[in-house]
Nanobody, 124 residues
Framework: QVQLVESGGGLVQAGGSLRLSCAAS????????MGWFRQAPGKEREFVAR????????YYADSVKGRFTISRDNAKNTVYLQMNSLKPEDTAVYYCAADRSVITTTTPGSYLYWGQGTQVTVSS
């Protein structure tokens, strides 16, 4: 069992930056690939970024590539999402999720554990 708690969301102007954090409980954090997803009102949850167990491999949605960076610190059981050059269309609730598979997947149903989400609002 892994419990995930996101933080760092808030209100920011377009072009600004935020860094989200996701703290995991338990001693098996490094056994999981981690992903970030987001869900805007009235829309389906969509993939944002994924990082492998060791942090050596990352994968991004085209919509955030070059603006967002995912990273992790296994000693601190934490995964991060640095978001730069934010746009109003980035407004959503952001969730982190844990996946035991080594196969890169962008499908929410493949992830075992989820946090409660943190709101990111980008004003124009």
């Amino acid at each position: 069992q892994v419990q995930l708690v996101e933080s760092g969301g808030g209100l920011v102007q377009a072009g600004g930056s935020l860094r989200l954090s996701c703290a995991a409980s338990g001693r098996t954090f490094s056994s999981y690939a981690m992903g970030w997803f987001r869900q805007a009102p009235g829309k389906e949850r969509e993939f944002v970024a994924r990082i492998s167990r060791s942090g050596g491999n990352t994968y991004y949605a085209d919509s955030v590539k070059g603006r967002f960076t995912i990273s992790r610190d296994n000693a601190k059981n934490t995964v991060y999402l640095q978001m730069n050059s934010l746009k109003p269309e980035d407004t959503a609730v952001y969730y982190c999720a844990a996946d035991r598979s080594v196969i890169t997947t962008t499908t929410p149903g493949s992830y075992l554990y989820w946090g409660q989400g943190t709101q990111v609002t980008v004003s124009s």
